[in-house]
């Protein structure tokens, strides 16, 4: 998002206002629904005054805890509208019966303002862009298609599908890391409650002796005198981290590119593995499908792009589009991006050559997703052996830490 000074004048008095907005048009379209009445004489780009820097963070810290509509919701909602348009019932009275049965308060809120806008004579593309961020880049894709083709019903059953998908190895993902979280919680929770009451009591024995203690005695009295003097703050330099990194990532583009970068590193075990076959499912489902349903294949690669969230990954497929433009082949463009695998690659070639682009697209998108579901199904094996080796080593610590002085107890009372 950029600033933009927006100069107008009102009967015969110029005023200038400042318009945070994605470009100088969109910022002029701000203007016009902000300020009606006005003569919008110029927009020009600007850098945010400190007032603007301070609003923009508050508002990503309100952002940060603010509930996003819940994509059962949604998919929920876009059913019911696909069912009743395609028994025969306008999309005007459809939309107005779903904002009125929805028990979510900010998808009824969305809905009655779209329904009040097509009643006011607004398309259903231009009544949903304003909600684009919360519908996400494919639904208002779904919805020019529907609009164009005068089959909203379909359109609105796809993007469901759609949604559905992409719902559903997200769920199976959180289920299949939840155990071990736990596990590590759990673990963590254990090790720190023996380190703040069991170690005092053997530290007034060691004490006593005046004996050198060995290495694993010496980290467990120095995490122990840390917790204990200085655990709340330890505590709160914890939450403070954790939170700021979130913030950051939410907010600081650059900020984002660098740790997506890092996470699809091959050295990030499994994680790397698990971000990219889920992001390159998501985007080659969303992709075929567009094309499947008549979408050209440039619309539907700037739609495809947008469900993207690893922002390294998203700016090698934005080259893409931009390739094909140059006038070089799907097939080529992606391999330039270095993502497609050469068996891929073929397939995608050979689907452009017969004009069965879509089919093995279809195919593409299977790939994927069974590489994602097979990480998936055996994640606990793939995890075992870390969460094995992280318990021995805790274990470890704590065991030899407590029991070599004992050991030399002896030569300690000598």
Request: charged letters at 25%; aromatic letters at 10%; hydrophobic letters at 45%.
């Amino acid at each position: 998002m950029n600033y933009y000074k927006v100069t107008m004048s009102h009967r015969g008095k110029r005023t200038q206002e400042v318009i945070k907005a994605k470009s100088k048009i969109s910022a002029i379209r701000t203007a016009k629904q902000e300020f009606s009445g006005f003569n919008i004489i110029k927009a020009e780009e600007t850098t945010p005054d400190f007032g603007s820097k301070i609003a923009d963070m508050l508002g990503g810290l309100k952002g940060s805890f603010e509930p996003k509509i819940d994509i059962g919701n949604k998919i929920s909602s876009i059913r019911q509208i696909a069912v009743m348009t395609d028994a025969g019932i306008s999309i005007h009275d459809s939309i107005d019966e779903v904002a009125k049965n929805t028990e979510n308060e900010k998808l009824k809120k969305i809905y009655t303002t779209i329904s009040n806008d097509i009643n006011a004579g607004k398309g259903i593309s231009d009544s949903i862009e304003p909600f684009k961020e919360d519908f996400g880049h494919v639904a208002l894709a779904m919805t020019n298609l529907g609009e164009k083709t005068g089959n909203i019903a379909g359109a609105y059953h796809k993007l469901a599908d759609i949604l559905e998908s992409i719902r559903d190895n997200t769920k199976k993902f959180k289920k299949a890391i939840r155990t071990p979280l736990i596990t590590l919680a759990a673990m963590g929770v254990a090790f720190t409650i023996l380190i703040m009451v069991v170690v005092p009591k053997f530290k007034e024995i060691f004490e006593k002796f005046k004996a050198e203690l060995p290495v694993p005695t010496q980290i467990l009295l120095f995490l122990e005198n840390i917790l204990n003097n200085y655990g709340l703050y330890v505590l709160a330099f914890l939450a403070s981290t954790i939170f700021l990194f979130i913030h950051a990532y939410k907010t600081n583009r650059d900020f984002k590119y660098k740790v997506d970068k890092i996470l699809i590193h091959p050295r990030f075990y499994l994680i790397h593995k698990i971000i990219f076959f889920a992001t390159m499912h998501k985007y080659t489902l969303v992709f075929g499908e567009l094309v499947k349903s008549g979408i050209p294949v440039s619309e539907a690669l700037d739609t495809a792009v947008d469900m993207v969230d690893n922002l390294y990954i998203k700016q090698k497929l934005l080259t893409v589009n931009a390739n094909i433009s140059r006038g070089i082949s799907l097939s080529d463009a992606f391999e330039q991006t270095e993502l497609f695998e050469n068996m891929l690659l073929q397939m995608i070639r050979a689907g452009e050559t017969s004009g069965q682009l879509d089919a093995m697209l279809e195919k593409v998108t299977g790939y994927y997703d069974s590489r994602f579901q097979d990480l998936i199904d055996n994640l606990a094996a793939y995890i075992e052996p870390i969460m094995l080796f992280f318990i021995a080593g805790l274990v470890l610590l704590m065991a030899l830490g407590i029991f070599m002085p004992m050991w030399d107890l002896g030569k300690a009372v000598k």
